[in-house]
């Protein structure tokens, strides 16, 4: 019987499980309890530290940074800290239950994210079991970002916007003008608010091709009070002409791997390639119907995550829910007129009953988030960061060689020795490659790349100390370079101290006349040059 024709007192709906609390549990559970140490690849991102840092920083009254507290090579100079919100949450998590209630809150949602696809898609008019498969399979797509960062608030916040707008297209209220100040909170959590007013104006350019002139001026209007919204962060419109600046920045686009185009080897990015043809089939349909919006979002966005793997997550939040309308589409065309004791009429009005018990009511999601803080359930959770990306022992051990100290290191891992030992640590390039800019940023790929000036780089920066991977080109020269030896070796990583020449020494004025402290020359050269120089890992802006 469906529960649409006898629903539950409220009072007994808060306690009854539906199945959008069942889906939410479930993501969890699969995603990050039954592997081993899978919560810690929510942290497997360095820049998680530096925003913990920071947030902590805000905490401790400080204020919101506006220059830069991090480097050696830009300190003081201004800088945007444009997730401070998201910065503040994860400070506050940090200091009262660790990196535990960072990853919780990560994994809540990564999971809340899939209960609005599924629930959005639903509401569309979508088959219930379609919904969950398309979910399942966007929800692949995006893992790729399934990192304990900020841009997950915009994975959550996005297809909830998006579906306050699907919704009052169909019966306009008041409700979509909370709009406006959610993207002004939205400003100071992740800049991943442009995202929504793009996809606001190109609804506009959609009511205006379908001639809806009354939806024109409504969403119009809208845009303009969104737009006005994000005026209200601590940067004002200079943090839109400096996200301006940082999205059109060849350097970025060249040398920051989540800027670059997806390469369809894991199958996480599969996945996303068959949403993105089911998309473009969606896209078509939406176009001979007339859907015009509806085909600017998926077009727009398929281009957008062509260009820039940063942007997957976007188009599928936008792709899944018209693909699965679709789907069902061709579903019921295939069901329709079916004898009532087939399989095909009995899964058709099974889907049916489940789509009345998608709903929001239920406790149970809060209460297994609050377990999850409260008690252990056998898990091992993340003291630290993951091993297996940062040389976490290594520098537990040599604390007292790396903290404070001026330090080569690779972004990711400065961004590691900022969590380890701020305010006492500076480091020469992070994960902030939008404050850094190409000046620094093509310097640091030189150095760490053996280009070639490298050895003039360590000089100008009076480099003490280095922390790198064994694979680095930089790694190849120094340990044939005579100012430089190793000091500890784990197998993974060398920590390197610089010698100081003693003076007064002939040995020492030999050693700084001798021709292997210039530019690498003969077997040295080809052997740091047959090390690609390196991506710079993280972008940081989602």
């Known amino acids: ?82 997730e401070w919100g998201a910065d503040v949450i994860y400070g506050w998590l940090h200091r009262t239950w660790g990196l535990k209630g960072i990853v919780v809150l990560s994994g809540a949602q990564i999971a809340l994210f899939a209960v609005a696809l599924a629930r959005f898609m639903v509401w569309r008019g979508a088959n219930t079991m379609v919904a969950v498969g398309i979910t399942l399979l966007a929800s692949g797509a995006a893992s790729m970002h399934y990192l ?3 841009h997950l608030f915009t994975l959550v916040l996005l297809p909830f916007a998006i579906w306050v707008l699907e919704r009052d297209r ?43 002139w009354t939806g024109v001026r409504r969403y119009g209007l809208l845009l303009a009070g969104c737009g006005a919204a994000t005026l209200i962060n601590p940067y004002g419109y200079g943090l839109h002409l400096h996200v301006a600046s940082y999205l059109q920045s060849d350097w970025i686009k060249d040398a920051v791997e989540e800027f670059q185009s997806p390469r369809f080897r894991s199958e996480n990015l599969l996945q996303y390639e068959a949403l993105l043809l089911l998309g473009l089939m969606a896209a078509a349909s939406c176009a001979w119907n007339r859907r015009w919006a509806h085909a600017f979002w998926i077009l727009f966005w398929a281009h957008q995550s062509l260009a820039s793997v940063r942007h997957v997550t976007i188009y599928v939040t936008l792709a899944a829910p018209l693909v699965a309308v679709e789907l069902t ?35 149970w999601p809060v209460a297994f988030v609050a377990a999850l803080l409260m008690v252990d359930f056998g898990h091992k959770w993340p003291q630290d960061f993951p091993a297996l990306r940062f ?47 190409p000046v620094v940023g093509k310097e640091y790929v030189r150095l760490t790349g053996g280009g070639h000036d490298w050895n003039t780089i360590l000089d100008k920066h009076d480099f003490r100390t280095a922390l790198l991977p064994l694979d680095s080109a930089i790694t190849t020269l120094l340990k044939t370079h005579p100012r430089w030896r190793v000091v500890a070796d784990d197998g993974k990583s060398l920590i390197f101290e610089r010698i100081a020449p003693a003076p007064n020494s002939a040995s020492a004025a030999l050693m700084l006349s001798s021709p292997s ?3 690498p020359k003969g077997d040295l050269a080809k052997r740091a040059a047959s090390i690609p120089p390196p991506a710079v890992s993280s972008g940081e802006r989602e």
């Open 170 to 212: 169909v019966r306009p209220d008041g409700r979509v003008w909370w709009l406006i100040p959610a993207v002004a909170v939205w400003t100071n959590l992740h800049g991943g608010f442009l995202a929504f007013l793009s996809c606001i104006g190109l609804l506009v350019a959609g009511e205006a091709l379908e001639r809806r």
């Open 148 to 150: 304990a960062r900020p």
């Open 391 to 437: 040389p976490v022992k290594m520098i537990g051990e040599n604390a007292k060689r790396i903290g404070g100290q001026r330090v080569l290191t690779t972004d990711e891992w400065a961004d590691y020795l900022l969590y380890r030992f701020y305010p006492n640590q500076r480091v020469y390039f992070d994960g902030r490659s939008d404050f850094y800019g």
């Open 329 to 363: 589409t061709l579903w019921r065309r295939f069901a329709n007129g079916a004898p009532k004791a087939s399989l095909r009429a009995i899964f058709d009005s099974l889907t049916d009953d489940m789509a009345s018990n998608f709903r929001w009511t239920s406790v």
């Open 517 to 519: 402290t210039e530019s």
């Open 1 to 82: 019987m469906s529960t649409a024709a006898h629903p539950s007192p409220p009072s007994k709906r808060v306690f009854a499980p539906s199945y959008s609390d069942l889906l939410f549990i479930a993501m969890i559970v699969w995603l990050f309890m039954l592997g081993e140490d899978a919560w810690s690849r929510l942290l497997v991102d360095g820049d998680t530290g530096w925003h913990i840092r920071v947030g902590e920083y805000i905490l401790d009254g400080q204020g919101i940074p506006r220059t830069d507290m991090f480097s050696l090579t830009k300190f003081g100079e201004p800088w945007f800290a444009w």
